[in-house]
């Protein structure tokens, strides 16, 4: 199983960044995909979420209205496109898929990638 992570990097204030993470290894159609952050000294946070069936998403509060989660099966792959960036959502981001099979939760995370918001 692997989760890659791309997208990351340094930008203005106001700018916009989106996030890859390429999966492998598991029937990704049927996880939901998430994108989670870890800023310096706090703790991990959800960001965003894409169900598996319906697509249904929901977002942390801080990123509603400026973060976009989505998913394309057929490249197994889900994106976090981010705009109206601020230095407050500086912070390594993290994919995270998880489902369950047979009664098991399965949870896969990849290595993250560096965001950093900063004039």
């Known amino acids: 199983v692997q989760l890659v992570e791309s997208g990351g990097g340094l930008v203005q204030p106001g700018g916009s960044l989106r996030l890859s993470c390429a999966a492998s290894g598991f029937t990704f159609s049927s996880y939901a995909m998430s994108w989670y952050r870890q800023a310096p000294g706090k703790e991990r946070e959800l960001v965003a979420r894409i169900l598996s069936v319906g697509g249904s998403t929901n977002y942390a509060a801080s990123v509603k209205g400026r973060f976009t989660i989505s998913r394309d099966n057929a490249k197994n792959t889900v994106y976090l496109q981010m705009n109206s960036l601020k230095p407050e959502d500086t912070a390594v981001y993290y994919c995270?898929?998880?489902?369950?099979?047979?009664?098991?939760?399965?949870?896969?995370w990849g290595q993250g990638t560096q965001v950093t918001v900063s004039s």
């Open positions: 995270n898929a998880f489902g369950i099979r047979g009664g098991n939760n399965y949870v896969y």
